[in-house]
C-alpha cells in the first residue's frame, strides 16, 4: 500500500510566499507523474500542477509564473514552490500520484490535504 502525506501549508499574507511538500511511502515498484490539486470551499476540485517522472510540467493558468513544482525521484517527493500569493489562493491542497505497485499497472493515490490561507 502506498501513502501520501503533504506538509508545508498554513498562513501567509498576500504577496507572500510559501512552499507544499509531498512524501510518498510504502512498497510499489515506481511513480510516474505526480501532481497538486486544491479544493476550495463550495469550489470544485481543480489540478494546480502537474509533472511527470522525466521533469515535464504543466500548470493551471491562474498560477503560471507564480508557482513552480519539481521533484526529487530518488526521495519520492514532490514540491510546490508559491509566491507572490493571492486570497484566492486560500484552499486545502492535495499531493497526487500515478503509482505503479507492481510493474505496468498504475493505481491513483492521493494525500489527506494540507491548508493553504492566504489572508491579511
Known amino acids: 500500500q502506498v501513502q501520501l502525506v503533504e506538509s508545508g501549508g498554513g498562513l501567509v499574507q498576500p504577496g507572500g510566499s510559501l512552499t507544499l511538500s509531498c512524501s510518498a511511502s510504502g512498497i510499489f515498484f515506481r511513480i510516474n507523474a505526480m501532481g497538486w490539486y486544491r479544493q476550495a470551499p463550495g469550489k470544485q476540485r481543480e489540478v494546480v500542477a502537474r509533472?511527470?517522472?522525466?521533469?515535464?510540467?504543466n500548470y493551471a493558468e491562474s498560477v503560471k509564473g507564480r508557482f513552480t513544482v519539481s521533484r526529487d525521484n530518488t526521495k519520492n517527493w514532490v514540491y510546490l514552490y508559491m509566491n507572490s500569493l493571492k486570497p484566492e489562493d486560500t484552499a486545502v491542497y492535495y499531493c497526487?500520484?500515478?503509482?505503479?505497485?507492481?510493474?505496468?499497472?498504475?493505481?491513483?493515490?492521493w494525500g489527506q490535504g494540507t491548508q493553504v490561507t492566504v489572508s491579511s
Open positions: 509533472i511527470t517522472r522525466g521533469g515535464i510540467t
Open positions: 497526487n500520484a500515478g503509482v505503479e505497485v507492481v510493474a505496468g499497472r498504475e493505481y491513483g493515490s
